[in-house]
């Protein structure tokens, strides 16, 4: 996080207002020169030629002498010409002073939201701190940051963006006491600086909720409607510093807040957090599992691995589910759960995405025709317009029909963007791919959703399923997504099977597809190939694939579901 910056005023306003002076000063200093002499000579004239001029006009004398009145005429022009330009001078300096404070506010303001900026926050934050000591209060610092902002900007465009930025400023500008500072220190990042009584922090805490209240408030902005959480950092001035050990200023404060705001995006968002010592090494460690990742990407450490998928009534083997692993040679084998959110947060799940499945059909090749692969696919996967292009890409390239091919995607999917998620589903089953809803229950999808979006499967979430066996509630919940699988015409995969007692019991209730840790443990190409083998499961060494053709028809495969066919080349 950059430090605060110095306020800078506007260097090119007063460089210009610099030169404009510097070449009139000389003409004002003769003019002034002059005029004082004009005056001078005025009284010293003045006097006379008046005096003439009255005797004269009283018949008591000729007037006055005419080369002294000429002189008196040209020192009343030369004062009418030293008044004007006083006058022209007065109202450039006003005019200067205006520029001038608009050029500061220009600088120290968010052009957007009317907010102070990233520059202006500190050194008022500073003085903030030094009036607060000097009362006996200390100074809170508040870092604020939208939730998700990111792909409300990208789903609902930039004006809305802009106009929810503004909107969120308002909010937050409401319920700050008085005497506090806010400032947008850019993109969806806010900062409040408030002073309180050291012995009631309670204040803050109260005032963090009540942001947080304010800014979640339904909100309608253009084609926008929903919902902005959001995520705050806090810290006081009164702490201990332990970044740098030194005395607390603003830059300090800014960098705890952020770091206490970074950790309470991680904790689940929409909340607040006092920022603690222990959080400063837990960044350090996920930016040192950043550089790694990106390392893992470049060097190919993703690799694919495979869960077995069972037709629970025949026991038969049916395909497998490719759940992705980080060989990491410094952090040994790293779960999914670690590093795919940290790949969606840094922009880096579609390539990561890409290479495993790639490896994935090339793995699932040297399998017998009927099996197939389900792949998971992130939320941000399905809002990359090219998504399914680069899907056909790779089946075409490793010549694997579309139609073993199953897409697992998650009920957070459905969330946002459900029109642009409808045509993606739609585009992909086109070419024959398989579209099943994963982890269903745990989210939010809602029946009109279910009935409106192609799905080919649900596959229960493993919570009810692992449970089930002595959990009644669980139970009832399999038995009723059992009946809506039946309504919509969707077969059901049971997901997190790991007793017999729990196998038993699906298979009285339905004819399922199951999974779980009873079959086996998620395991690599090799070791799948190695039992393929030894069940005369892998595809006969023929003659070199033809490749898929044009008309959209497949071949090869036997799903045994009802799903349109097509081919990769159809789109490719
Ligand atoms: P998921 O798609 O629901 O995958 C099933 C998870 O349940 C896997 O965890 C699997 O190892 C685990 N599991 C399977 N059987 C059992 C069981 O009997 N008991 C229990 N307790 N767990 C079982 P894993 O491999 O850690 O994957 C976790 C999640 O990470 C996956 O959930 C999936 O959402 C995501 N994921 C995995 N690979 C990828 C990927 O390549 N791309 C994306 N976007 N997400 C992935
Ligand atoms: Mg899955
Ligand atoms: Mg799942």
Same mark, same amino acid.
């Given at each position: 996080m950059a430090g605060i910056d110095k306020p800078r005023p506007d260097r090119t306003a007063r460089a210009l207002a610099g030169k404009v002076r510097g070449r009139h000063g000389e003409r004002d200093l003769l003019l002034l020169g002059v005029t004082a002499a004009a005056t001078i000579l005025f009284v010293g004239n003045g006097g006379t030629v008046l005096g003439g001029i009255v005797a004269s006009a009283a018949g008591?004398?000729? *007037? =006055?002498d005419r080369l002294l009145t000429n002189a008196l005429l040209l020192n009343i022009a030369l004062l009418i010409l030293g008044w004007r330009r006083h006058e022209q001078l007065s109202r450039e300096v006003r005019e200067h002073r205006l520029a001038e404070e608009q050029a500061r506010l220009l600088a120290e303001t968010? $052009?957007?939201?009317?907010c102070l900026n990233r520059r202006s926050i500190g050194p008022l934050t500073d003085r903030l701190i030094a009036e607060a000591q000097a009362r006996g209060e200390v100074t809170t610092f508040i870092m604020i940051d939208l939730d998700n902002f990111k792909q409300i900007n990208d789903f609902n465009g930039h004006a809305v963006g802009d106009q929810l930025l503004v909107e969120c400023a308002r909010r937050i500008g409401e319920v700050l006491p008085a005497g506090s500072l806010l400032a947008?220190?850019?993109?969806d990042e806010f900062a409040c600086v408030v002073s309180i009584?050291?012995?009631? =922090?309670e204040i803050v805490d109260g005032l963090a909720e009540r942001i947080i209240r304010a800014v979640s408030a339904p909100v309608r902005v253009g084609e926008f409607r929903g919902q902005v959480t959001v995520s705050l950092g806090l810290t006081r001035?009164?702490? #201990?510093?332990?970044? &740098?050990?030194g005395p607390i200023d603003a830059a300090t404060l800014l960098h705890m807040a952020d770091i206490a705001m970074y950790q309470a995006k991680k904790n689940g968002r929409n909340r607040h957090l006092w920022f603690e010592g222990t959080m400063e090494s837990e960044i350090r460690y996920r930016s040192e599992l950043e550089s790694a990742l990106r390392r893992g990407i470049t060097q190919g450490e993703f690799v694919p691995y495979y869960e077995q998928q069972i037709?629970?009534?025949? *026991?038969e083997l049916t395909g497998f589910e490719m759940l992705a692993r980080w060989n990491s040679p410094q952090l040994g084998l790293v779960g999914p759960e670690v590093f795919i959110p940290i790949a969606e947060e840094i922009g880096l799940i579609g390539e990561l995405s890409e290479q495993v499945i790639a490896q994935a059909l090339r793995d699932a090749r040297?399998?017998?025709?009927q099996l197939t692969l389900s792949v998971n696919i992130s939320p941000i996967q399905l809002r990359d317009p090219w998504f399914a292009q680069k899907l056909l890409k790779l089946l075409v390239e490793a010549n694997? =029909?579309?139609? #073993?091919l199953d897409i697992e995607i998650t009920?957070?999917?459905?969330?946002?963007?459900i029109s642009g998620v409808h045509t993606l589903i739609t585009s992909l089953k086109n070419q024959g791919i398989g579209i099943s809803l994963d982890d269903f229950g745990t989210g939010y999808s809602s029946l009109s959703q279910l009935k409106s979006l192609p799905f080919d499967r649900i596959k229960i979430d493993r919570s009810f399923i692992t449970t089930m066996a002595n959990d009644a509630e669980s139970e009832t919940i399999v038995h009723t997504i059992k009946s809506l699988g039946e309504g919509f015409g969707l077969p059901i995969t049971a997901e997190g099977i790991e007793s017999r007692e729990v196998l038993e019991k699906l298979q009285k209730i339905g004819n399922f597809k199951g999974q779980g840790y009873l079959y086996g443990r998620p395991v690599p190409a090799d070791m799948v190939n190695a039992m393929l083998a030894q069940r005369d499961l892998?595809? $006969?060494?023929?003659?070199p694939a033809p490749p898929?053709? =044009?008309?959209?028809e497949t071949r090869?495969? &036997?799903?045994g579901e009802n799903r349109d066919r097509g081919d990769a080349t159809a789109a490719a």
């Open positions: 008591l004398g000729m *007037g =006055p968010d $052009a957007l939201t009317g947008r220190l850019g993109g009584d050291p012995h009631r =922090p001035s009164d702490c #201990r510093n332990q970044l &740098n050990h037709d629970l009534r025949t *026991g040297e399998w017998a025709p694997f =029909p579309p139609s #073993r009920e957070t999917c459905l969330h946002q963007n892998m595809a $006969a060494p023929a003659a898929p053709s =044009p008309d959209g090869g495969e &036997n799903r």
